[in-house]
């Protein structure tokens, strides 16, 4: 591909004057994670300034380190479009991220910016740096901004190093994107063409509403799915208030949490409890994620919800416990009954209410399809995203480490005699909250992510399988990376590890569970029919049959 740029002035000067790559630096907001994430940043900094120097290239940080907040981030929007103001228009810039951060800190001064755009970031599971970027990587795609990105431990190996040298030369970086393909022409009276294409149509003659408690979570601007783009779909928002979310909840009496407590222990669930607030799960903590989850579905009953999403950050997490283990329950199709406020009725009886972490909209449609579909064909419709956090090589395949805040269904782990809960990590979830985790079963699963690129909707569709693990692994990949958190061993059918990464829209990746194999593979074939009629542009991914 040709690439769409000029080659920075900098190129043509002497070799004694090396040319100079512009590098910045998108934090958290929340100070805490700035802080503690500080020393991973300068690492990957020093290895992406060194890498450069072997290539006769220096590197220009572009704003300093903050003695006063003890970071170098750039934590704000205004601080992000303070710091481009001096950066040439035209320079070569490295977006360097060892850890997460907030698209929209940088945005701004992405969007305009017309030299060369380079994200890179660690190849670790210590800090979310993976993470960060493919969030980066998917708002840019949304907002139109051309880029390239670049993963490494250290940037020292060859593959790095080569893509590095790449991007300075031509501007851009080509990556390997042979596992995705255009959904070819399916056969329309295959059953499960049929029932995708029926449960589209009934979904855009019937309607759906989905509940966002506030938009816009950790700078997440790729999860914003605007009404122009959703409507068609037959799927309308109810914009709802996290305040409204309390206050709810402060009328929910103790009597009803100590219900949803009760029905857990029945049922085997592990709950990890200490006596320091600050630092450990309390009996307090838990209390209050109970009164959420029956807040949560009272307040969905009331606005004819068919899936909800609560953004917990920002404000939400200087107010109440973690959203996750509410998230979790409200997932799972067995879960603590919750009547209406007068008593007369069940509320969603018998069914998951679909829940999208982090209110990212595009798990929300996929979600809400995953539930209908999966229901029609008689499957367990448990349904969650995870991050793409890490993975390494074991017994000569890949493993990815899947992981999510805390918030998969029970069924996901083998039950709730097979989950358990832990506090959430201080730095992230000041006033703490337990988890819904559990390592993920092995089965197969289908695994999706719906974006936006060219200002349209598209789907990603693929196969997969979760593996098991021996105990020592698993733990060490929980150690290596949030320990608290559910884990999901997830093998790829036909997709490598750069090929996912060049190619993944999200920091999220929406995953089911299917009976076996075959299961699987109707079930893809169904979901790819009901994206198709709903007018989303449809891609294979890997080894997928069709």
Not at 259 to 266: F, G, N, Y
Request: net charge negative; proline share 6%.
């Amino acid at each position: 591909m040709t690439s769409p740029y000029t080659l920075p002035v900098p190129l043509r000067r002497p070799a004694t004057e090396p040319a100079t790559a512009y590098l910045v630096a998108s934090g958290d907001l929340r100070p805490s994670a700035n802080l503690r994430c500080w020393p991973t940043q300068e690492k990957l900094e020093a290895d992406v300034a060194a890498a450069l120097g072997r290539l006769s290239w220096q590197a220009r940080r572009t704003h300093p380190f903050d003695a006063g907040k003890g970071h170098g981030f750039i934590d704000s929007q205004r601080m992000g479009i303070e710091v481009f103001k001096t950066i040439p228009r035209d320079a070569p810039l490295i977006v360097v991220e060892a850890v997460w951060q907030y698209s929209h800190h940088v945005l701004a001064g992405l969007r305009t910016h017309e030299g060369p755009i380079l994200i890179v970031a660690n190849w670790s599971g210590g800090f979310p740096g993976l993470v960060g970027l493919l969030n980066l990587t998917a708002s840019l795609t949304k907002a139109g901004v051309h880029h390239s990105a670049l993963w490494s431990e250290d940037f020292t190996d060859a593959w790095a190093v080569d893509g590095l040298r790449q991007w300075l030369d031509t501007g851009e970086v080509v990556h390997d994107l042979s596992h995705v393909r255009d959904l070819p022409p399916l056969p329309e009276q295959q059953p499960e063409v049929v029932l995708g294409a029926a449960l589209a149509r009934q979904l855009r003659d019937e309607k759906a509403v989905i509940g966002v408690f506030d938009e816009g979570c950790m700078g997440m601007y790729n999860a914003i799915f605007d009404d122009e783009l959703l409507n068609p779909l037959g799927i309308y928002k109810e914009r709802l208030s996290q305040s409204a979310l309390v206050a709810e909840m402060n009328r929910v009496g103790d009597d009803e949490a100590a219900a949803v407590r009760a029905w857990l222990d029945e049922r085997g669930f592990t709950f990890h409890f200490g006596t320091d607030e600050a630092s450990e799960l309390t009996e307090a903590q838990v209390t209050s994620q109970f009164k959420m989850y029956i807040a949560a579905l009272r307040m969905s009953d009331d606005f004819g919800l068919d899936a909800v999403g609560i953004q917990y950050q920002q404000g939400l997490k200087d107010t109440v416990p973690a959203s996750d283990l509410a998230e979790g329950l409200l997932n799972n199709v067995e879960r603590p009954p919750v009547r209406s406020r007068d008593g007369s009725r069940e509320l969603y009886a018998g069914a998951p209410l679909p829940h999208f972490n982090e209110v990212d909209e595009g798990v929300a449609v996929d979600a809400l399809v995953t539930n209908r579909l999966w229901n029609a064909m008689g499957f367990d419709p448990a349904t969650t995203l995870h991050d793409i956090r890490w993975g390494q090589d074991y017994e000569g395949e890949f493993v990815w480490v899947f992981e999510i805040s805390g918030s998969v269904p029970a069924s996901h782990n083998g039950g709730y005699d097979k989950s358990y809960s832990m506090r959430q990590p201080p730095m992230f979830f000041p006033l703490g909250g337990g988890t819904l985790s559990g390592v993920s079963k092995p089965g197969e699963i289908v695994w999706s992510r719906v974006f936006i690129m060219d200002s349209v909707l598209h789907v990603d569709l693929g196969r997969a399988h979760v593996r098991s693990l021996p105990a020592e692994e698993t733990q060490r990949r929980l150690d290596a990376t949030d320990r608290q958190w559910p884990i999901m061993h997830a093998v790829l059918h036909g997709v490598g590890r750069d090929q996912l990464m060049a190619r993944h829209k999200a920091n999220h990746v929406q995953v089911a569970y299917a009976p076996d194999a075959d299961a699987a593979d109707r079930a893809l074939l169904a979901k790819a029919a009901l994206f198709q009629e709903l007018g989303l542009v449809v891609h294979l991914c890997g080894d997928v049959k069709i």
